[in-house]
């Protein structure tokens, strides 16, 4: 290998004109993000400030908890605290220290706002404030905004991250910061990746401990494994961090891109980046092959939902040969997903925000073979024979860099598989 794989700034998708919606639009809200980051950051505890409507999504779901002590929950706004009758932060306060008395391992607490205290304007940034300078050194209070209005599920994850970049303590150290929760596997496959490539030190966002976060400064690097993280990509620019751009990492040209914009910022040679990389790259490039074949030609729609439409569109129409048709997504956050923007070939039309009813008229019109959407639309496209992918899947399941390629891959041709057997049973 005479250089590092480059990102090749392609005609693509970069001039294309947006269809900008806005109307009404079918997503979750971004507690849902509570689902995945409890799990990872094992000693935090999420206290939802929100309504009985609030714990139920939560619960219902997250499911059964499967941990000795829940990390997270409800503090329930009553009546009382909506019409403004009683002193919500007094309530929320006794709340606060009835936990943390009963939980001496929770180490950071985030107070996760909701549509019912956005409504009331209670203000959590002041009670974290409070709170924090309470019971610091032990915890860290900090506060993100989890509500429904106008926001996307994946943006709840965006909100805590950016919360917490807005703490992190100063350094001059030169140090790289990956930003995106991952499950732990894949974080640790990364980690090792790059430690092969000699790249360090790195630290990674959200930490899994809190005495594991890491520091931020004007020396500091950081790249984005998640693309909907862009109000965390300008808490991380607001301190002084700069920002590694490339294609995120799904499938093997994703990863590979990715790894190498970083090689070439740590001045990796060419010579040690394909021996590190050589191997996984024809693994995941034999598991998307094998897989792909049920997806070659077949055409995708994909509603906006989960913020990964665009790398994930680039992913399909380059690696596996679809065609897309409509790539939508809830925002489109120039600054974090350019580049699969200018890799994404000709063709589809790209649409930010959405106005549900036009947007459906547009996917019947188009019938296309697969269609990508939230949960409240699949049932409803697939009784009008529409061959659905649920996109929340997508954030639960391991699929970023290249072990995790032929996954992905099989994400998308299971439902079109599973429609071909219904087709030849009925046949039968
Ligand atoms: S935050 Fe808003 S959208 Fe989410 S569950 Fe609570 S009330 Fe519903």
Not at 125 to 151: C, D, F, K
Not at 379 to 391: D, I, M, Q, V
Request: with cysteine; charged share 25%; proline share 6%.
């Amino acid at each position: 290998m005479s250089e590092i794989p480059r990102f090749r700034k392609g005609k693509g998708c970069s001039g294309a004109p947006v269809l900008k919606q806005r109307g009404q639009h079918e997503v979750f809200c971004g507690l849902t993000g509570i689902i995945w980051l409890h799990r990872k950051m094992q000693d935090a505890f999420f206290l939802v400030v929100g309504s009985r409507t609030c714990a139920h999504l939560l619960q219902s779901a997250a499911g059964v908890m499967i941990f000795a002590e829940p990390r997270f929950g409800t503090a329930i706004l009553e009546e009382q605290d909506l019409a403004g009758l009683t002193d919500s932060h007094e309530a929320l306060d006794a709340e606060v220290q009835r936990l943390l008395s009963r939980r001496p391992d929770i180490r950071r607490l985030f107070l996760v706002g909701s549509c019912p205290s956005e409504v009331i304007k209670l203000d959590l940034a002041r009670a974290a404030r409070r709170l924090s300078a309470q019971y610091a050194p032990h915890v860290q209070v900090m506060n993100y905004s989890g509500s429904g209005i106008e926001t996307t599920f994946t943006q709840g994850e965006d909100a805590c991250l950016a919360a917490m970049v807005a703490e992190l303590s100063a350094t001059e150290t030169r140090e790289l910061v990956v930003a995106g929760a991952l499950p732990d596997v894949v974080e640790d496959q990364m980690l090792d990746l790059l430690d092969n490539l000699g790249i360090g030190p790195v630290r990674v966002l959200p930490a899994r401990a809190a005495d594991k976060a890491p520091t931020v400064g004007r020396n500091t690097v950081f790249a984005l494994v998640q693309p909907f993280l862009g109000d965390t990509h300008a808490a991380f620019v607001r301190r002084g961090a700069r920002h590694i751009p490339a294609p995120f990492p799904f499938g093997e040209e994703g990863t590979t891109l990715w790894l190498a914009a970083i090689a070439r910022e740590f001045g990796v040679s060419p010579e040690r980046f394909e021996e590190v990389t050589a191997a996984p790259r024809a693994r995941a490039r034999r598991a998307v092959m094998s897989i792909s074949e049920g997806l070659r030609d077949k055409r995708v729609f994909f509603f906006p939902d989960s913020q990964l439409e665009i790398p994930l569109a680039r992913f399909l129409t380059r690696e596996c040969g679809m065609e897309a048709l409509e790539v939508g997504a809830p925002y489109i956050y120039r600054s974090v997903v350019e580049q699969d923007i200018e890799l994404l070939p000709p063709g589809p039309r790209l649409s930010e925000g959405q106005d549900v009813e036009k947007q459906l008229d547009r996917a019947f019109e188009a019938r296309p073979d697969l269609t990508v959407c939230g949960l409240g639309l699949a049932n409803p496209l697939e009784a009008c024979g529409l061959t659905t992918k649920w996109a929340i899947e997508l954030v639960f399941t391991p699929v970023h860099f290249y072990e995790q390629a032929g996954d992905l891959a099989a994400l998308f041709a299971r439902p079109l598989r599973r429609k071909g057997l219904l087709r030849l049973e009925a046949a039968e």
